[in-house]
């Protein structure tokens, strides 16, 4: 028999005509858990190395700017790989983010575009801030998922036959994988364990190692995990009606996390070569 999908009210709380979503509180708690972390990351000076190392008052300014870098981002993001041809006969709808519709990798690039503009803005190595913002981001990650799943959407491909399966309330009587909290373990928790060993075992002091290892770690999950989820309905499959055992070709998804793989890979090179760390760093030391 499969699982019953647990009634969670997607908002969370109601003050009059004032409504906060369990999605909003995903992006706040993840938002807050990785400022948190990120202030303890930069007090301590021997992961730094020879590098400048942020004042807790650069986080707290920078919280600001990847908020909008994610959000701007991700809903640009969505526009032009989800839903560009639905958004170009309804352009206002663009801003009607109210009603869903957010892209990781258009949020992820979003961040990263504004992490390196307020290195640059305050004198800090960008390949080390991205490295730091790598160490929190699974925070978010992982909350995020949750919240998908408690909203009863991106859910997973049909699996009458697996025992945890899910009926989703808007995906008809067929079971499901419960693929957001697939995607919560891997992108969220696994991640979040993987980076924190690797920050404690590594520090910033080769720029560019953390965040490579982030974005290969993260693209390798999000793949691993496009073959339990329903690919979108617009979209479908891109290509091939089969693949693998559990049937499907391949998603958007999955292509967006091929260049992220290959883009941390060979920052992951680099950084080890020691061809990212600054002369002055490289002296200092």
């Not at 700017?65 to 993001?77: D, H, Q, S, Y």
């Not at 067929?174 to 690797?198: C, D, K, N, T, W």
């Not at 953390?210 to 496009?226: M, P, S």
């Not at 009606?241 to 060979?266: D, K, N, Q, R």
């Amino acid at each position: 028999m499969p699982l019953s999908f647990p009634l969670i009210d997607p908002i969370a709380i109601s003050i009059g005509p004032i409504a906060i979503r369990w999605y909003a509180l995903a992006y706040v708690v993840g938002l807050l858990g990785g400022w948190f972390y990120a202030k303890r990351l930069t007090a301590k000076a021997d992961l730094w190395g020879g590098l400048k190392q942020p004042k807790p008052i650069d986080v707290d300014d920078l919280i600001v700017w990847v908020a909008l870098g994610v959000v701007l981002g991700g809903r640009i993001g969505y526009v032009l790989f989800y839903n560009l041809s639905s958004y170009l006969s309804q352009p206002l709808e663009i801003f009607a983010v109210w009603r869903g519709g957010m892209s990781f990798h258009g949020g992820f690039l979003g961040a990263v575009l504004a992490i390196v503009l307020f290195a640059r803005s305050r004198g800090l190595n960008p390949l080390a801030m991205l490295d730091m913002a790598a160490v929190v981001t699974p925070i978010g990650l992982f909350f995020g998922r949750i919240a998908n799943f408690i909203n009863g959407e991106l859910w997973g491909r049909p699996a009458p036959e697996f025992p945890y399966a899910v009926v989703f309330p808007h995906a008809g009587p067929v079971p499901r994988h419960p693929s957001q909290l697939y995607e919560a373990l891997g992108e969220g928790l696994i991640l979040f364990i993987v980076m924190a060993f690797a920050a404690r075992r590594f520090g910033f002091r080769r720029p560019g190692l953390l965040g490579g290892i982030f974005v290969l770690g993260y693209a390798l999950a999000r793949i691993v995990c496009e073959f339990f989820r329903e690919p979108d309905a617009q979209l479908g499959f891109l290509f091939g009606s089969s693949f693998g055992a559990l049937g499907g070709g391949i998603t958007m998804g999955m292509l967006l996390s091929v260049p992220m793989a290959l883009v941390g890979a060979g920052a992951i090179v680099l950084a080890a070569r020691g061809l990212t760390r600054p002369r002055q760093a490289v002296e200092a030391a």
